[in-house]
């Protein structure tokens, strides 16, 4: 061990995976690879940082959340038939530009390719049940409309 290792401390926390999900998901928000560095800049801005520093932070944070609800409101508006019936990586190949220029119409900005993509990764997650429902919902319909023909 060299003399920073044994310097350092090592913290626990008592939270849900949920709340572990959410934190990842604020750390990545807020440009932190990782959660430690998260934890590790709370402890610095609390115990060197003034107060405006941990109000900025929490601002970033919603506006990054309010980006991602703008961009799951566009998904849902242009690709959730895409999605549901074909999976995300037809939205990379020929949707990301579409989607791109929607959201900088309803919020003026645009976030990073690699940003979007995580996001549709997450839309997919949090949105499977719907997903899953117009899925089959196309198929039963499409099996009706084959029998018919086939009667």
């Not at 980006?67 to 038939?81: G, K, N, R, T």
Request: charged share 30%; net charge negative.
């Amino acid at each position: 061990m060299n003399e920073i290792t044994k310097s350092r401390k090592y913290a626990r926390v008592n939270v849900t995976e949920k709340e572990l999900a959410q934190i990842d998901e604020i750390a990545d928000c807020l440009g932190y690879p990782h959660r430690t560095e998260l934890y590790t800049a709370c402890i610095h801005i609390l115990l060197y940082g003034e107060g405006n520093t941990l109000l900025l932070n929490h601002q970033r944070t919603e506006a990054c959340t309010d980006e991602m609800q703008a961009f799951f409101a566009v998904l849902d508006d242009i690709a959730f038939p895409i999605i549901a019936m074909r999976g995300i990586a037809p939205v990379y190949t020929f949707l990301l530009d579409d989607i791109r220029r929607e959201l900088f119409t309803r919020t003026n900005t645009v976030p990073s390719d690699e940003r979007m993509k995580d996001w549709l990764k997450i839309y997919a997650n949090i949105r499977r049940p719907h997903l899953l429902e117009y899925e089959a919902d196309i198929r039963r319909r499409q099996y009706l409309e084959e029998q018919e023909v086939s009667a």
